[in-house]
């Protein structure tokens, strides 16, 4: 890869070089990527479980003797004359029984990793973002050559139609219309869950009033340099996700992901 790289205005013309940070020459290691990912991904999960006493509340039990009365030996509820009495319950294969083996809220969902594990796989997850081969084999539709660094008049755009004009300047706007066409709603029994496609991701220093602009388009993603994780840049785990970086942004790389790019 090129030491130095091209610092594009929102015109789309090349006002001056930048040196990119040691970060870039970092090996690309999808295997750490993807355990960090991983780990990372299972601190948003929330730990679930269930009334121990779910399922049981109910009078059924087992005959005495169980046998000798040509029925099968599950529990019943007790009575007569009402919808339940002589229905199974209390057990799994029954309509409102238990669940056989419930989710327990003592169990540890948060998996664990190593700083140095994550830094490094945060340091390959930059790298593959100037990576072309894996950029285009996520998928993504570019023209600019890669890793595309902008100047920071990008972060004092106001209007979405400025920022789609510049993304087209780019050719990020086929990677715009990809990510649409991968937008699906999933619908389940308890509600409608919209997933998007992953479209560009912008990394800038200050989001400033940008951050309002692109929850308006779908597909486009902001992260503040500081902030910047593996599940920005990698999402699913897949690496090389086509990223537009500000001059700025990328001046203001944590030190030590740059020491493990070095």
Known sequence: METQVKVLDLEGKEVESFDLPLVFKTPIREDVINRVYLALQSHHRQPQGRDPLA??????????????????????????????????????STVHGRMPHPPRSEKVVWMKVNNKERHLALASAIAATGNT??????????????????????????????????????GADKDIERASRRTKKVSSSLAKVTRIGNGPLLVVSNNSKLAGIVKSMEGVSLVKSADISVLDLAPGSAAGRLTIWTKDALGSLTKNVQNIGA
Do not use: C
Request: cysteine-free; glycine content about 12%; hydrophobic content about 35%.
């Open 55 to 92: 399922g049981e509340r109910t009078s059924a039990e087992s005959g005495h003797p169980p046998t000798g009365r040509g029925i099968s030996r599950i529990p019943r509820v007790k009575g007569e004359r009402y919808s339940k009495s002589g229905m199974a319950g209390a057990v799994a």
């Open 133 to 170: 081969d894996l950029v285009t084999k996520r998928g993504h539709k570019f023209t600019a050559k890669l890793p595309i660094v902008v100047s920071g008049d990008i972060e004092n755009i106001t209007k979405i139609r400025e920022l789609k004009k510049f993304l087209q300047i780019v």
